[in-house]
């Protein structure tokens, strides 16, 4: 990605434009924790969804449940706005003692299905 990609992308985040958005958490005053989202409006469904694309949160505030404070801010957003559902994509390996899928969330009994391009 292109340093002027980054940029458009960190002003669309920042600034809510479109159906993009990104929240962090901060402790002590330091950020240790970051995930950006999209609404995404379904013709087909009754409600709206809040779709997290990236979610990171540092090794030392993962024990600290930074992830479920982020986690559930965004579903509180989300309520707001008339979007009561959120849901993201972790790897398997990733989700063993990460705080914020497991304390908040439950897994789907859906699978993922690629094509490689």
Same mark, same amino acid.
């Given at each position: 990605m292109r340093w002027t990609d980054?940029?458009?992308l960190f002003r669309k985040l920042a600034h809510r434009e479109g #159906?993009?958005?990104a929240m962090v958490v901060e402790c002590n005053g330091e950020m240790v924790g970051i995930a950006h989202f999209e609404r995404?409006? @379904?013709? %087909?469904? !009754?409600? #709206?969804? %809040?779709v997290v694309q990236?979610?990171?949160i540092t090794p030392e505030a993962q024990a600290q449940k930074a992830g479920s404070t982020l986690i559930r801010a965004i579903y509180q =957003?989300?309520? =707001?706005?008339?979007? &009561? /559902?959120?849901?993201?994509m972790a790897a398997e390996a990733s989700i063993r003692g990460q705080d914020a899928q497991a304390a908040?969330?439950?897994? @789907? &009994? !859906? /699978?993922q299905f690629r094509k490689a391009a």
């Amino acid at each position: 990605m292109r340093w002027t990609d980054r940029t458009a992308l960190f002003r669309k985040l920042a600034h809510r434009e479109g #159906n993009a958005g990104a929240m962090v958490v901060e402790c002590n005053g330091e950020m240790v924790g970051i995930a950006h989202f999209e609404r995404h409006e @379904s013709p %087909y469904a !009754f409600e #709206n969804a %809040y779709v997290v694309q990236d979610l990171y949160i540092t090794p030392e505030a993962q024990a600290q449940k930074a992830g479920s404070t982020l986690i559930r801010a965004i579903y509180q =957003q989300g309520m =707001q706005e008339g979007a &009561p /559902l959120i849901y993201w994509m972790a790897a398997e390996a990733s989700i063993r003692g990460q705080d914020a899928q497991a304390a908040v969330a439950v897994t @789907s &009994p !859906f /699978l993922q299905f690629r094509k490689a391009a």
